[in-house]
């Protein structure tokens, strides 16, 4: 049997309660805590935590473009970068960027730019960075949800916010927001990000094997996380914007 991280399989992932090995319920979200404008020195900033989990957003922009031959001249370009801390998991993450975070960094790029009004700033670029602090799961999913808060603090037009979360089977049971053992040593993992107001799916990846019922009762489970998380995107957003004095604003 592989073992991941050091960390053998534990003997079962749900047991004999239906309780998961954090004590959820499979249909239970991790604790969340949501904050923006964590930052004083980018133009948007947000921090997330689901469970173990934490990640943290920050967003320049728009500005013009540099090197200038790369603006174009009827939208604006959203450069994102996804990328792990050295220390954010347990045995320390090589320095620079690996191919995985390569690939997750044009992930949420892509599913930004769906919901981002880039055609009000040609010729200008957006930044956006995803620093995950620690890994424990669902780390795409959360820098997408955090990605997409930073966004709006840093008032940039946008159609909806993205919220995000995966699914997945373990044990054979369909679990929602996996940790990263369940990640790990489950049969299927599901990453799915969905601009809620639209009941549009941004964003949707499939690790592993599922049947086309499960699928179904999988993509409906992860929607009403997404509800759930939306939620919280909104009031902690209005919140920070109820308590801004009118010139703030
Ligand atoms: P996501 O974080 O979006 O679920 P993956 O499915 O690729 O993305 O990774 C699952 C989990 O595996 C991560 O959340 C993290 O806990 C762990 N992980 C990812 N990369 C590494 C790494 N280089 N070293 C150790 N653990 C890692």
Redesign the pocket.
């Known amino acids: 049997m592989l073992e991941?991280?050091g960390i053998p399989r534990p003997e079962r992932l749900i047991d004999e309660n239906g309780r998961r090995i954090d004590g959820r319920r499979p249909d239970e979200l991790r604790p969340i805590k949501m904050e923006v404008g964590v930052l004083d020195k980018s133009d948007g900033s947000a921090y997330i935590e689901f469970g173990g989990?934490k990640v943290i957003a920050a967003v320049f922009g728009p500005r013009e473009a540099h090197p200038r031959h790369l603006a174009l001249p009827d939208r604006a370009i959203l450069n994102c970068r996804y990328h792990?801390t050295s220390f954010s998991?347990?045995?320390r993450?090589p320095l620079g960027m690996?191919r995985?975070e390569i690939e997750?960094s044009k992930v949420i790029r892509e599913a930004l730019e769906t919901v981002t009004f880039l055609e009000e700033f040609p010729r200008a670029a957006i930044d956006v960075y995803v620093e995950v602090i620690q890994?424990?799961?669902?780390?795409?999913?959360a820098g997408l949800t955090a990605a997409s808060l930073a966004l709006a603090d840093a008032g940039i037009p946008m159609a909806d916010l993205i919220a995000a979360t995966?699914v997945g089977k373990v044990d054979g049971h369909l679990v929602l927001d996996?940790c990263?053992l369940e990640?790990?040593y489950g049969e299927a993992?599901m990453?799915v990000a969905m601009a809620p107001r639209f009941n549009s799916i941004v964003m949707l990846q499939l690790?592993g094997r599922m049947a086309i019922d499960e699928f179904r009762r999988a993509l409906a489970l992860a929607q009403k996380g997404i509800n759930e998380i939306y939620k919280l995107q909104r009031e902690v957003l209005k919140r920070k914007f109820s308590e801004l004095s009118p010139e703030e604003v």
């Open positions: 991941f991280s989990t792990m998991v347990e045995e993450k690996t995985r997750l890994a424990d799961g669902g780390t795409r999913t995966a996996l990263d990640d790990k993992d990453p690790n």
